[in-house]
T-cell receptor, first 111, second 113 residues
Framework: SAVISQKPSRDICQRGTSLTIQCQVD?????MFWYRQQPGQSLTLIAT?????????ESGFVIDKFPISRPNLTFSTLTVSNMSPEDSSIYLC????????FGPGTRLTVL | GQNIDQPTEMTATEGAIVQINCTYQ??????LFWYQQHAGEAPTFLSY????GLEEKGRFSSFLSRSKGYSYLLLKELQMKDSASYLC??????????????FGTGTLLAVQP
């Protein structure tokens, strides 16, 4: 199994600012994923982050808006840049360790 | 593209059995997952099917037919605490990356006394 922590757990931000979300895993994993869950909706994959290579983004998501770092096998960050109210969502980090596990999420509100 | 469909909402009675269906169209299929998500919490893993057939785990069973692009989650002896969203997710490899987990819209299950 894998235990995943995220920081911050929640934040309220002003339009036009940026927020970096951290994801820490208690074991080394090859693949890490970032998801978004907007209110009342299911999870949408933003990107796949592998250590040592650039993140792979899904359709509708771009690196300039959601830059991702993956400096080692236990850590990743997702930045939400130039935020607007439409970015208000829960952002979840996920890893594969036999099963696929999810972090507790970061609840972001943009005013 | 990837397409996963589930009913939006279902209602069932405590002690009964409920079946939640999921149909999918995807390339690079590599397994189907079911997750449970209570409001305000992260999804938790329920089951995984990669071959056709039924996987049973206590009160929960999951079935997969790859040729039909179809799965269902069966919940028996329903309890009030089973009220939650149930998410069908397909693992697929495409777009230059492997093992991506793509979620359906989720089914909100309400268990009534």
């Amino acid at each position: 199994s894998a235990v995943i922590s995220q920081k911050p757990s929640r934040d309220i931000c002003q339009r036009g600012t940026s927020l970096t979300i951290q994801c820490q895993v208690d074991s080394q994993v090859t693949m890490m994923f970032w998801y978004r869950q907007q209110p009342g909706q299911s999870l949408t994959l933003i990107a796949t982050a592998n250590q040592g290579s650039e993140a792979t983004y899904e359709s509708g998501f771009v690196i300039d808006k959601f830059p991702i770092s993956r400096p080692n096998l236990t850590f990743s960050t997702l930045t939400v840049s130039n935020m607007s109210p439409e970015d208000s969502s829960i952002y979840l980090c996920s890893v594969i360790a036999n099963e696929q596990f999810f972090g507790p999420g970061t609840r972001l509100t943009v005013l | 593209g990837q397409n996963i469909d589930q009913p939006t909402e279902m209602t069932a009675t405590e002690g009964a059995i409920v079946q939640i269906n999921c149909t999918y169209q995807t390339s690079g299929f590599n397994g189907l997952f079911w997750y449970q998500q209570h409001a305000g919490e992260a999804p938790t893993f329920l089951s995984y099917n990669v071959l056709d057939g039924l996987e049973e785990k206590g009160r929960f069973s999951s079935f997969l037919s790859r040729s039909k692009g179809y799965s269902y989650l069966l919940l028996k002896e329903l309890q009030m605490k089973d009220s939650a969203s149930y998410l069908c997710a397909v693992r697929a490899s495409y777009g230059g990356a492997t093992n991506k987990l793509i979620f359906g819209t989720g089914t909100l299950l309400a268990v009534q006394p």
